[in-house]
C-alpha cells in the first residue's frame, strides 16, 4: 500500500525558533497534500491543501505566514512552523492523494512540543 | 461550516460486548471514511462508503452509509482490547464543501477491557 512518512516524529523547540517537518510520499507521486493539526484527545482540523508547483490555500484561521508551506515536488511537502509558541505545540499530521479524489494516505505524525 | 457530530464520544466496555458508534451531519457527502488512530500515531484507513445505503463488512466491524448519505454508522461484534483506540469518521465532498478535502468528526474514544 502507498506509504507516506513524516520527519522529524518528535520534536522539542525553544519559544520564537522555527520548525520544519517534511512529509514525503514513499511510493507514489502526490498530486496534493494536506496538512492537519490535533491536538490532545480531539479531532484532526484540516490546517491547508498544497499543490505541487503552486501556492498552498490555508483553512480560514490558519495564518499562512506563521505557518509555510512549500511542496516542491510531488514527493515532498515541508511545514515550517514560524517564531513557535507554546499553544502551538500540538500533533501535525500530513497525508498525500495521488490522483484526484483519491484515497487520503495518512503520515504517521510529528508531535512538536515549544518550551 | 459543514459539521460531523460523532456519538459517543467516549466508549469503555468489557471484552465481548458489541457496540455501536454514529456519525451524523446535515450535509450529504459524496463519500464517507472511517479511521481508527492510534496514540502518537496517524489515523488508517478502515473503509470507504460511496452509496446511499452501502453496508460493507470488515471482519467484525460492519459499516453503514445513510440511504441520504448525511450518517454513517460501525458497528463492532465481540469487541477485543485491540479494537482500543480514537475512531474517526470524515466525510468528502460535502455540500458547499471542495472535492478531495476531508471534514473529520471529533472521533470516538474506545477502550475495550480484558
Known amino acids: 500500500g502507498a506509504v507516506v512518512s513524516q520527519h522529524p516524529s518528535w520534536v522539542i523547540c525553544k519559544s520564537g525558533t522555527s520548525v520544519k517537518i517534511e512529509c514525503r510520499s514513499l511510493?507514489?507521486?502526490?498530486?496534493?497534500m494536506f496538512w492537519y493539526r490535533q491536538f490532545p484527545k480531539q479531532s484532526l482540523m484540516l490546517m491547508a491543501t498544497?499543490?505541487?508547483?503552486?501556492?498552498?490555500?490555508?483553512e480560514q484561521g490558519v495564518e499562512k505566514d506563521k505557518f509555510l508551506i512549500n511542496h516542491a515536488s510531488l514527493t515532498l511537502s515541508t511545514l515550517t512552523v514560524t517564531s513557535a509558541h507554546p499553544e502551538d505545540s500540538s500533533f501535525y499530521i500530513c497525508?498525500?492523494?495521488?490522483?484526484?479524489?483519491?484515497?487520503?494516505?495518512f503520515g504517521p505524525g510529528t508531535r512538536l512540543l515549544v518550551l | 461550516t459543514q459539521l460531523l457530530e460523532q456519538s459517543p464520544q467516549f466508549l469503555s466496555i468489557q471484552e465481548g460486548e458489541n457496540l455501536t458508534v454514529y456519525c451524523n451531519s446535515s450535509s450529504v457527502f459524496s463519500s464517507l471514511q472511517w479511521y481508527r488512530q492510534e496514540p502518537g500515531e496517524g489515523p488508517v484507513l478502515l473503509v470507504t462508503?460511496?452509496?446511499?445505503?452501502e453496508v460493507k463488512k470488515l471482519k467484525r466491524l460492519t459499516f453503514q452509509f445513510g440511504d441520504a448519505r448525511k450518517d454513517s454508522s460501525l458497528h463492532i461484534t465481540a469487541a477485543q482490547p485491540g479494537d482500543t483506540g480514537l475512531y474517526l469518521c470524515?466525510?468528502?465532498?460535502?455540500?458547499?464543501?471542495?472535492?478531495?478535502?476531508?471534514?473529520f468528526g471529533k472521533g470516538t474514544l474506545l477502550t475495550v477491557n480484558p
Open positions: 470524515a466525510g468528502e465532498g460535502g455540500s458547499g464543501g471542495s472535492n478531495y478535502k476531508l471534514t
Open positions: 497525508s498525500a492523494i495521488a490522483v484526484p479524489g483519491g484515497t487520503q494516505y
Open positions: 511510493d507514489f507521486q502526490a498530486t496534493t
Open positions: 462508503v460511496v452509496t446511499g445505503g
Open positions: 498544497s499543490n505541487e508547483g503552486s501556492k498552498a490555500t490555508y
